[in-house]
């Protein structure tokens, strides 16, 4: 029987804890890649097309969850400013970061989409919990390539192996804190959350095209773009079981 009170329910943080630990162990699978698989030509292809992999998951949670979710319950003009405001922001984000030389475009496409998924997760729990428990698995399916890319690129930033994976650690638990917010202040405002998930498109429609697919592309190598298109369908896929 689904808990209609103000606290949350234990199902509830099964979900969101199962949709957020997938970013740990996305660092983990990244670490031990880097650690016991030799540089190689088949490395630097496996690498690229698990990143294009997730570009196709983050673009299909794009065009198939935030941004349908969102018009719900917006006009044209607040869906417009919602996105133009994500993009914006992020282009300057990511401007800023390119000054001092840090490259974060694939933790923060992969925030831009965790967070407002998961504030939809305790929203949408409230009102249907089995749809809930197949948006989590879809989010923890999502985070894992995304956080093996982000792991990957914060290294080579010049962060250390145990910071990263403390800081993996310490985003695994976005889950939760997002679909309580979600679950607690945001299941009557469904405008409110509308908003949220549009912005997040924005921000992350920017961060595919600036910076993420340009960083997946291998010269004479097509398996890449294939990569991309499986993500997408695997988007598709989960959707379509929601």
């Not at 630097?44 to 983050?58: D, K, N, P, R, Y």
């Not at 984000?93 to 992969?110: F, V």
């Not at 994976?165 to 469904?190: E, K, N, Q, T, V």
Request: glycine residues 10%; aromatic residues 12%.
């Amino acid at each position: 029987m689904m808990n209609k009170g103000n606290n949350m329910p234990l199902q509830l943080l099964l979900f969101a804890g199962f949709s957020g630990i997938t970013v740990f162990l996305g660092g983990l699978l990244a670490y031990q890649f880097d650690h016991h698989v030799k540089q190689s030509l088949f490395k630097e292809q496996c690498v690229h097309t698990l990143m294009s992999f997730g570009a196709g998951i983050i673009l299909s949670a794009i065009a198939l969850v935030l941004i349908p979710k969102g018009l719900e319950n917006l006009s044209v003009w607040h869906m417009a400013g919602s996105f133009l405001l994500g993009a914006v922001l992020f282009m300057l984000i990511d401007r800023s970061l390119a000054k001092t030389g840090g490259q974060m475009a694939t933790l923060l496409a992969m925030l831009m989409d965790f967070i407002p998924e998961a504030i939809a997760l305790g929203a949408v729990f409230a009102v249907d919990p089995s749809m809930a428990m197949l948006l989590a698995v879809f989010i923890g399916l999502q985070n894992l390539p995304e956080a093996f890319n982000a792991f990957r690129d914060l290294v080579q930033n010049g962060f250390s192996v145990k910071a990263t994976l403390a800081i993996f650690f310490g985003l695994s638990f976005f889950g939760i804190i997002g679909a309580s917010i979600g679950h607690l202040f945001l299941r009557d405002y469904p405008g409110l959350t509308a908003q949220l998930m549009v912005f997040a498109s924005g921000g992350i429609l920017y961060l595919l095209i600036q910076d993420i697919i340009p960083e997946s592309k291998l010269m004479n190598n097509y398996m890449i773009s294939f990569g991309a298109t499986l993500g997408f369908l695997v988007g598709v896929v989960g959707e379509m079981l929601i």
